[in-house]
């Protein structure tokens, strides 16, 4: 069954909302007229009328008399005094699932401590909804946002939004990574030190044949996996082709375990003795294919994950991991914002944030005889 159309100044609304968020229009220029606007989109003035009717009650728009409609100054400075307290926005990835939700708690102690409120959004890590997330901050009336890139690998087709915050003065800082193309600060971990750290572990327990399952949609995974190549090459191990398995996104749930299992099905000169893995998710779910063809971790094979989550504590087995600050990061995302809101007027700039790796060992790996 078809969706019924919206009301035409619901339509009209919307398209009028779009230029403000992508910055074709900015604080104070003036809107076409009414009838200019009605000749534009084939409605009647009465519709339009009423569309920018409700924009004008909103706060989006405001009539000089004789003149015409004007955009609202929407920026931080122009909000700041008719605003109760400090708005932030943020986007990730993911809100209830993996490390985010201690990201997000740190994020909402700081705030909290600072008498502000935080405005969450989630992506599920799709660039349509991060678009949507985009576009709806921008209609809100924020002090600052801190946005995790979705795929940061693939490109940034929400470019305009970005110069969209640009245009409205509203300072963002990004968490893990960023697009090649904003620039912002970022508060990161050395994924590349990272990668590096997990395979010269295992190098340095003997092993030479190591898997590494890497998700390279994003830039966190493409480092990690430029860090476990360059530690082989600076061991001078050789890394078979079969023994580095890309993924995206959409196939983390299926490739990741067919690739082992195939790997794992290799005879016991050429299988590995050791696998890298994205994170210390697919970590445990690759627990179950080790398991399900009688092998046993680390007696048979050892396991390093990444991030340092609960769930490399949370199985029989503990697992060696890289760790990542998860809570300190959104205290400090918090922190570097605040200079940046503070700074901006002056005409400062803030520096990165790069956190040094760190390899937590646990029971997943060990020395080969």
Known sequence: MTQPHPPKYRQ?????????AEALFKAHDQLPSENEIARRFEMSRQTVRQALGELEQEGWLYRIQGKGTFIADQTAQG???SS??????????????????????????????????????????EKDKERDSLESMLREPLSGLIIEPTKSAEGNPNF?????????????????????DVDAPCLRVDDERGGHLAAEHLI???????????????????????????????????LLPEHLIRYATEDKDTLPAQALSALLDEAPQRRPTAIVCYN??????????????????????????????????????????????????????????????????????SQDIVYPPELVVRQSTRQLD
């Not at 990835?93 to 102690?109: A, C, H, L, M, W």
């Not at 305009?160 to 090649?180: G, H, K, S, T, W």
């Not at 087995?317 to 503070?342: F, W």
């Open 280 to 349: 210390d998710q697919l970590a445990v779910r690759l627990l179950d294919v080790v398991r399900s063809r009688g092998m046993r971790v680390p007696e048979d094979i050892s396991i390093v994950g990444f991030d340092d989550s609960n769930l490399a504590i949370a199985t029989e087995v503990k697992l060696t991991s890289v760790a990542h600050p998860k809570t300190q990061m959104g205290e400090d995302a918090v922190r570097l914002l605040m200079e940046l809101i503070r700074g901006r007027e002056a005409g400062r700039s």
């Open 79 to 81: 909000r700041s005094a």
């Open 160 to 180: 305009p939004y970005f110069l969209a915050l640009d245009a409205q003065n509203i300072p963002y800082v990004m968490l893990n990574e960023r697009y090649a």
């Open 204 to 238: 340095r327990l003997g092993h030479r044949r190591i898997a590494g399952l890497f998700k390279t949609d994003d830039y966190q995974g493409v480092h990690r996996m430029r860090g476990f190549r360059r530690a082989h090459r600076e061991h001078e191990l050789a």
């Open 84 to 125: 109760a307290g400090m708005s932030i926005g943020m986007i990730t990835t993911y809100i209830s699932d993996y490390i985010f939700p201690i990201i997000v708690r740190g994020v909402e102690s700081a705030l909290r401590a600072r008498g502000a409120r935080l405005l969450l959004a989630s992506t599920d890590n």
């Open 12 to 20: 009209l609304k919307k398209e009028v909302l779009s230029w403000i």
